[in-house]
């Protein structure tokens, strides 16, 4: 996924000295530039004010395919996660960018019929007013 093919080009880039990856379980994946943060529930976590400080990037990749979970549990994945992850970062990096990947189709407008294009236009409102250095939207499709 988008995610993975992200974290390769970071880690095998001169100009990244330190990546960290906020994960669900291990990746399994091991470099010297790599520090993995295995959270349960990423929603309910408290940063690591060592971890949150000094980021000048991220990049924010988890999602989930329409119809793969129940409404809310798609809503949680798509909006509440990404806000939550990015207000603990916000609290000890404001100088930092944040980057969202989003989707072809995302509606700012949040008055779609479409739950994709709905909620992922909620995050990318939610995430816009946070208050970062830089917000960065990218919408593959």
């Known amino acids: 996924m988008v995610g993975g093919h992200l974290l390769e080009f970071c880690l095998q880039s001169e100009e990244v000295t330190e990546v960290i990856s906020i994960v669900r379980r291990s990746s399994g994946f091991q470099h010297e530039k790599l520090q993995e943060l295995i959270v349960a529930d990423l929603t309910e976590y408290t940063p690591d004010e060592a971890i949150f400080s000094n980021v000048e990037a991220a990049y924010f990749c988890i999602g989930v395919y329409t119809g793969a979970v129940p409404r809310d549990t798609f ?3 798509t909006v509440d996660i990404p806000v939550a992850f990015a207000k603990n ?3 000890y990096s404001p100088q930092a960018r944040f980057c969202l990947l989003s989707g072809q189709g995302a509606d ?3 008055k779609s019929r479409l739950m994709f294009a709905k909620d ?3 995050a990318e409102n939610q995430l816009s007013t946070i208050g970062f250095k830089g917000f960065h939207t ?3 499709g």
């Open 75 to 77: 809503r949680k994945i």
């Open 89 to 91: 970062l916000h609290q």
């Open 108 to 110: 700012r407008t949040e």
């Open 120 to 122: 992922k236009g909620a």
């Open 138 to 140: 990218f919408r593959p």
